[in-house]
């Protein structure tokens, strides 16, 4: 059974840093494409970055890129995404995702973990 | 960046009602199109790959359709655990993007 565990979330002022986890297992996790997928309170669902496999490809959306990293740990099983100079509208649930790929860069999100809490406030 | 519009935004239905949402992009993106179903306080769970594939488990209830820019998401026959917010999503480029979502709701 394919399992996805964040963990991370919490309380971090503007401008500060928050470094997430996700530790998977039930699927061989090197083969997989991995992403993370937020949610702002009430609002609807935002992709933030891709890792390929073998971590040699990274993409990010515009609103995160030069401040979020993400990066994983193949002999762990563990995804991560550095958050760095975080601001409110950074605010959200975080979901872990693991990607199918259907062809050259064109994946979907088949399994997600249950979300960590980022809240960015003073 | 590929614009995902869903309608309606929400939508009330009954028990047994046949409701269909639909999906259109700003530009083709061929069939790579997923749709999701998010409960309150749960994570999203996708129900459909590539316009017309059922995921393992989903009812086949569910059911989609369509190509290039114009989608729709059907359900056959609405059961009380089918009450949830839908929102279909784009693979064919990065950024990846998702639709604003559509609430469905009990009438």
């Known amino acids: 059974e394919v399992q996805l565990l964040e963990s991370g979330g919490g309380l971090v002022q503007p401008g500060g840093s928050l470094r997430l986890s996700c530790a998977a297992s039930?699927?061989?996790?090197?083969?997989?494409?991995m992403s993370w997928v937020r949610q702002a309170p009430g609002k609807g669902l935002e992709w933030v970055s891709l890792i390929s496999g073998s971590a040699d490809r990274t993409y990010y959306a515009d609103s995160v890129k030069g401040r979020f990293t993400i990066s994983r740990d193949n002999s762990k099983d563990t995804l991560f995404l550095q958050m760095n100079t975080l601001r409110a509208e950074d605010t959200a649930v975080y979901y872990c995702t693991k990607l199918w790929k259907l062809g050259p860069e064109k994946y979907y999100f088949d399994y997600w973990g249950h979300g960590t809490l980022v809240t960015v406030s003073s | 960046d590929i614009q995902m519009t869903q309608s309606p935004s929400s939508l009330s239905a009954s028990v047994g009602d046949r409701v269909t949402i639909t999906c259109r992009a700003s530009q083709s993106i061929s069939n790579y199109l997923n749709w999701f179903q998010q409960k309150p306080g749960k994570a999203p769970k996708l129900l459909i790959y590539?316009?017309?594939s059922l995921q393992s488990g989903v009812p086949s209830r569910f059911s989609g359709s369509g190509s290039g820019t114009d989608f729709t998401l059907t359900i056959s026959s609405l059961q009380p655990e089918d009450f949830a917010t839908y929102y279909c999503q784009q693979s064919y480029s990065t950024p990846i993007t998702f639709g604003q979502g559509t609430r469905l709701q009990i009438k």
């Open positions: 039930g699927f061989t996790f090197r083969n997989y494409a």
């Open positions: 590539v316009v017309s």
